[in-house]
């Protein structure tokens, strides 16, 4: 992991899944809980300071998330004490009448760079105290 350092610098990460996947009754049980594994991972390696996540999912053309779904994933993902943000995209579309190519994807580039992530107070601002010992109030007698 040491190799992956640069992600505790990360605003954010994406995790990008198959929309298809998260479709099929038999498979999307497998992905969340691989999901929820990936998560946990994540925040040890970075020692409980997980950037936001976004789970990215795709051929939004095809499926769209059903709210059960996106419930479980949301809970499997909280369970491993992060939040997460769901979008869905469609970067391609087999169905451009019902959906467009590019579908979600300003949406994300948004959602990613819009806000930006909570950081505490580098160095707080403190004012001189008048005859309080500090190193900027040091004046030499000579």
Not at 88 to 113: E, K, Q, R
Request: proline content about 5%.
């Amino acid at each position: 992991s040491d190799r992956l350092d640069f992600m505790k610098s990360a605003e954010a990460i994406w995790i990008v899944l198959d929309g298809r996947t998260l479709a099929d009754i038999e498979k999307r049980q497998g992905l969340i809980a691989r999901v929820g594994q990936l998560v946990g991972r994540l925040n040890t390696m970075l020692d409980g300071r997980t950037p936001r996540l976004i789970v990215v999912v795709t051929h939004r053309d095809l499926h769209i998330l059903s709210d059960s779904a996106a419930n479980r994933l949301q809970t499997e993902i909280f369970r491993r004490g992060a939040k997460v943000e769901i979008v869905g995209v469609a970067p391609f579309s087999d169905c451009p009448d019902n959906v467009p190519a590019g579908f979600g994807i300003a949406d994300l580039i948004d959602l990613t760079v819009g806000k930006p992530a909570e950081r505490p107070t580098f160095w707080n601002s403190t004012e001189p105290i008048e005859g309080d010992r500090a190193f900027l109030t040091y004046r030499r007698d000579r």
